[in-house]
Nanobody, 119 residues
Framework: QVQLVESGGGLVQAGGSLTLSCVAS????????MGWYRQAPGKQRELVAT???????NFADSVKGRFTVSRSIPKNTVYLKMNSLKPEDTAVYYC?????????????WGQGTQVTVAS
């Protein structure tokens, strides 16, 4: 099973920026899509941003215009650049990779990285 390792989380003031990285132990193009989800205390895990194998991106409405998702195929790495951070962005951020067929989709998850935005 391919491992996903996140890094880049931390404490930042509101309005600041952070960039998260997710390094996969194998070729990221094997996945149908990769992306980022987050889970705040007491809330369900939610989608933040994804990028498909073809390079198409998708964002949650709450982060559109503030976050970007990108990748480095040679480095097997997906990035989440977060700008204009708000206290409500505070959560554990998880890297996700989806694989399988169009009928049966499976998930790989990283261990998560904490992002805390202070007001």
């Amino acid at each position: 099973q391919v491992q996903l390792v996140e890094s880049g989380g931390g404490l930042v003031q509101a309005g600041g920026s952070l960039t998260l990285s997710c390094v996969a132990s194998g070729n990221i193009l094997r996945y149908r899509a990769m992306g980022w989800y987050r889970q705040a205390p007491g809330k369900q895990r939610e989608l933040v941003a994804t990028i498909t194998a073809g390079g198409d991106t998708n964002f949650a409405d709450s982060v559109k215009g503030r976050f970007t998702v990108s990748r480095s195929i040679p480095k097997n790495t997906v990035y989440l650049k977060m700008n204009s951070l708000k206290p409500e962005d505070t959560a554990v951020y998880y890297c996700n990779a989806k694989y399988g067929s169009s009928r049966d989709v499976y998930d790989n998850w990283g261990q998560g990285t904490q992002v805390t935005v202070a007001s």
